[in-house]
C-alpha cells in the first residue's frame, strides 16, 4: 500500500486513535461564536479597533494532573491567548485578559499573507515555533501548581515539550507557583482589519499521548 508522506506512513503504522475529549466550551456567556457542538471557538472583525472574543470551559479542575489540546483552524490573529482563567472571572470580551494563566500570546508572523499560518507560543519568555496544523499541548499538574507547554505537528503523537521539559517527571515547567483555585481551559481570541478571522478547537479526540500520570481533560 502506497502512503503520501513517511509521516502518514508512521501515523498508520504507530495505530493509535487518540483518546476522545469531553471538554466543551461554554455557550453561557461567551464572547467568541461557538460551533461543531462547542468545541470549536471563533471569532471575527472587519473594524480597525481590536476587539477580544473569549470562551472558558463548562467545567474547572480543582486538583489532578491534565492533558488538553488546542488546534488552530484558521489562525489570521493578531493575537491570541489560551490557557486557564483562574476562578471564572475573566472578562471574555477583553482584548487583553488578566486572570489568565498559559502562553502569553500567539501572534502570525504575517496575518491573512502568511500561507504557513506560523504562529510563535510565548511559553516562559522564550518563543516556540508551530506550524501549519501545530497543537498546543497543554500539561497542567494543579497537585504542584506547575504548567508544561508543548508543540504537537500533524500526525505526530510524542508531543515536544518545550525546552525538552519532562512533565512526566515534573522537570522544567514554563509556570510554576500556580495557585489553588478552580481553573477552567480559556481562550481569548483577539482582531482586527489585518486579521478578521481567527479560530480555536478543542480536538474531539487528542492526537497526542498525555505524559505518564496525566488524564485526559
Aim: glycine share 10%.
Amino acid at each position: 500500500e502506497a502512503y503520501h508522506s513517511d509521516e502518514v506512513k508512521a501515523f498508520v503504522e504507530d495505530n493509535f486513535a487518540g483518546t476522545a475529549t469531553s471538554v466543551r466550551w461554554d455557550a453561557v456567556g461567551a464572547g467568541a461564536m461557538l460551533s461543531d457542538g462547542n468545541r470549536v471557538a471563533s471569532a471575527s472583525n472587519l473594524s480597525p479597533t481590536l476587539i477580544g472574543r473569549g470562551a472558558r470551559s463548562t467545567a474547572p479542575k480543582t486538583s489532578g494532573k491534565w492533558y488538553v489540546e488546542l488546534r488552530s483552524l484558521l489562525f489570521r490573529p493578531d493575537r491570541c491567548y489560551c490557557g486557564f482563567d483562574i476562578g471564572a472571572d475573566q472578562d471574555l470580551f477583553s482584548a487583553a485578559p488578566a486572570d489568565f494563566i498559559g502562553p502569553a500570546s500567539m501572534a502570525a508572523t504575517t496575518p491573512k499573507t502568511d500561507s504557513s499560518e506560523a504562529v510563535t507560543v510565548d511559553a516562559g519568555g522564550t518563543p516556540v515555533t508551530l506550524g501549519a496544523g501545530d497543537a498546543i499541548a497543554l500539561a497542567l499538574d494543579l497537585d504542584a501548581g506547575k504548567l508544561w507547554i508543548g508543540a504537537l505537528p500533524p500526525w505526530k503523537h510524542a508531543v515536544s515539550w518545550h525546552d525538552g521539559a519532562d512533565p512526566a517527571t515534573g522537570t522544567g515547567a514554563q509556570f510554576t507557583g500556580l495557585p489553588a483555585g478552580d481553573y477552567f481551559l480559556f481562550c481569548c481570541l483577539t482582531a482586527n482589519d489585518a486579521a478578521d478571522f481567527n479560530s480555536l478547537e478543542i480536538p474531539e479526540r487528542t492526537q497526542g499521548r498525555p505524559p505518564s500520570g496525566f488524564a485526559i481533560w
